[in-house]
């Protein structure tokens, strides 16, 4: 009888949940048809072409929310590309970030919400936007402190969001395909398109779409290891040659970013990714096949961009002495920011910091301190830097746990496979993050939220294979979110 109970309560919240999805969809059909005649009359075709397309795309979104989250992931590397004039809230990315919210609550996700907050994890997240928001009250710039702490908040209802409808390893999968082929799009499109040029010409290094080189090379490292390793584990033949092409761009993309930070974030994950994933049974094989590689890629590096690389590679000897840092320029800041002006701000301002992202208001050159840390330090004092340390060690610390646990079943090798590329690939952008102010940058906040969203779904997974054929049929976590 419980059982039966269950199972008419969870029938009757999918039938309301339908009715509500119905409704829309007819409502937006009627308004579709009277916007549609009245722009006919006006002689607007263009418009009415947009139109329809906008209606398929909520139609379609509306009844498969796995295309909103596939359309808001191939955005992330290229938002440089739709940014429009005005705040924060006037780019696509942000504006599909809230269309997101809509599609949840009329999908029925939010009673998945309290699952959001099974994970530890979310009370720091929470208590890091708190002090951030805090923190604006001593800054020197209100309003610049506030727009940043605002994005802060977008990334952590993003987190939540996310959570709550990406509940099984296809949605995953359809939208970590979504990000990789906005990377792709976003090294070519410059290319071929023409976008991404300053003053006529192709920049000397390479931003892609995305328009900083450093940030850019940060992306991308994350990116690499997660396309590689579908590739590996991919048994679709036309999905590996896509997937092998997409990692061949990206790899391209990353060498002409010139990223110091980024490079030498990159020698790290090879040499984490050999300690981790050279071993056992396969230990051979894999040498046997990851050396000739590195060798051909050495090669391929020697005879096509080593000259340029270790022409700005040996720039870091003028770290020698402080005397040396000044013939170069961009060194010479960082270096002040580093170890004179951090220090400083920190000694006077140790508990709330001086206002989130507000080192560059007590700078002459107004600008940020290339390196993630020491703006979180410095921004929001150790009430704010504690919780960021805590999130970026209970994230690494959810990526084991999902390693450990996905690898004793042979069904969830793709969990086990996505959980070590993301790990190798958020080290290596942690690394990166020491050269580059990343704090607020997205791809920092999707994988902190990747990693709670593999956890989820791992949790789901073995608590439906622990249950009977007859405790599944009323279980929440049955079937996942059916997109």
């Given amino acids: 009888m419980v059982h039966c109970h269950s199972r008419e309560k969870m029938l009757r919240e999918n039938s309301s949940i339908s009715s509500i999805q119905n409704i829309l969809i007819f409502s937006i059909l009627v308004l579709g048809s009277i916007v549609g005649i009245y722009l006919g009359f006006k002689g607007s075709y263009s418009l ?30 290229l938002e440089n590309l739709y940014v429009l004039e005005g705040g924060f809230t006037s780019t696509l990315t942000k504006l599909m970030g809230a269309y997101l919210i809509f599609i949840v609550i009329i999908s029925g996700s939010l009673k998945y919400l309290h699952e959001v907050f099974k994970n530890k994890k979310v009370l720091w997240i929470l208590l890091f936007g708190a002090v951030g928001l805090i923190s604006v009250l001593v800054s020197k710039n209100t309003a610049q402190s506030f727009k940043f702490v605002v994005t802060l908040w977008l ?26 082929t906005g990377a792709v799009l976003s090294v070519l499109s410059p290319l071929v398109l023409g976008f991404g040029r300053v003053s006529g010409y192709l920049w000397q290094r390479y931003g892609g ?38 990692s061949v761009v990206l790899l391209i993309g990353f060498v002409l970013t010139y990223s110091r930070g980024g490079f030498t974030a990159f020698g790290v994950m090879i040499i984490l990714g050999l300690f981790k994933l050279v071993k056992g049974q396969n230990r051979t ?23 340029e ?101 042979e069904n969830q090798i793709y969990l086990t496979s996505y959980a ?40 789901i997974q073995l608590l439906t294979l622990n249950r009977k054929p007859h405790e599944q049929m009323g279980s929440p976590y049955q079937g996942y979110v059916k997109f």
């Fill in 209 to 246: 779409l995305w328009g900083d080189q450093n940030e850019f090379a940060a992306i991308l490292l994350v990116l690499i290891p997660i396309s590689l390793t579908l590739f590996y584990i991919s048994k679709n033949r036309v999905l590996k040659i896509i997937l092998a092409f997409y």
């Fill in 285 to 307: 094989k894999i040498l046997a096949i990851a050396i000739p590689c590195l060798i051909v890629a050495f090669i391929a590096f020697y005879y096509t961009f080593a000259d």
């Fill in 155 to 180: 990334s952590i209802v993003l987190y939540v969001v996310f959570i709550m409808m990406i509940r099984n390893t296809k949605t995953l999968n359809m939208a970590t395909l979504a990000i990789l």
């Fill in 48 to 77: 009415i072409i947009g139109a329809i397309l906008g209606l398929i795309f909520l139609f379609l979104t509306i009844t498969k929310p796995w295309i909103a989250i596939a359309a808001f992931f191939i955005l992330i590397p």
């Fill in 420 to 459: 070590n590329a993301l790990e190798l690939g958020f080290l290596s952008y942690l690394v990166a993050g020491l050269f580059i102010s990343l704090d607020i940058d997205k791809m920092m906040w999707l994988s902190i939220t990747l990693s709670a969203v593999l956890m989820n779904i791992t949790r």
């Fill in 309 to 409: 690389f270790i022409t700005r590679m040996e720039t870091l000897r003028v770290l020698e002495s402080p005397e040396s840092v000044r013939a170069e320029s961009s060194l010479a800041r960082r270096y002040y920011y580093y170890f004179e002006l951090s220090p400083k701000l920190f000694i006077e301002h140790p508990i709330l910091g001086v206002g989130y992202r507000g080192f560059q208001f007590h700078n002459i050159y107004n600008q940020i301190t290339h390196n993630t840390f020491l703006e979180v330090l410095t921004g929001t004092g150790l009430l704010g830097f504690i919780p960021f340390i805590m999130i970026l060690f209970l994230t690494w610390k959810e990526l084991r746990r999902v390693e450990f646990i996905a690898q004793n079943n």
